[in-house]
């Protein structure tokens, strides 16, 4: 967890647009995006972010240890002014029959400005129904003791 605090430094979340603020707190509900859009996605705050990014990171690379049919990619996006991460893109494709071919399965993006995490593609409804389940448990309330002790102010002592 400390080499992902290092590399993605979590500020405040920007607000929320209209869409985030129909967004249920780490739960997935598949009625605010149409079916055809293919996508579900959900908030987090900042103190578990990071959690999620580390829960993803394993989930996605234990499915890679000992399976060749599946690639993950692993993509990080600056912001506009390259001053830190936006977001990033944990793309899951599996191998085709076809040389070098490969079908993208879902595509989860993490934006760490905002606390928006979005499911997308053609099994998405199989990791809201089986993979988001098992992260949301596996993260579970370990990250609400985190206290940033910096934000506390001692004027009085």
């Not at 996006?77 to 076809?98: C, P, Y």
Request: aromatic share 12%; charged share 25%; proline share 2%.
């Amino acid at each position: 967890m400390e080499e992902l605090q290092k590399k993605y430094v979590i500020k405040s979340f920007n607000s929320k647009s209209s869409r985030q603020k129909k967004l249920k707190f780490e739960e997935i509900d598949l009625s605010v995006y149409k079916s055809s859009a293919k996508c579900a996605a959900f908030v987090t705050s900042e103190d578990r972010i990071l959690f999620w990014v580390k829960a993803l990171q394993e989930s996605f690379f234990d499915l890679l240890e000992d399976n060749d049919d599946y690639h993950i990619k692993w993509i990080d996006h600056l912001n506009s002014d390259d001053s830190g991460f936006q977001h990033i893109e944990m793309k899951v494709s599996r191998f085709t029959a076809a040389p070098d071919n490969r079908t993208t399965l879902v595509t989860i993006t993490t934006y760490l400005t905002t606390g928006f995490v979005m499911c997308q593609g053609i099994l998405f409804e199989l990791w809201c129904s089986n993979e988001f389940p098992r992260l949301n448990e596996k993260i579970g309330p370990q990250c609400e003791l985190v206290w940033d002790f910096s934000q506390i102010k001692v004027d009085a002592l």
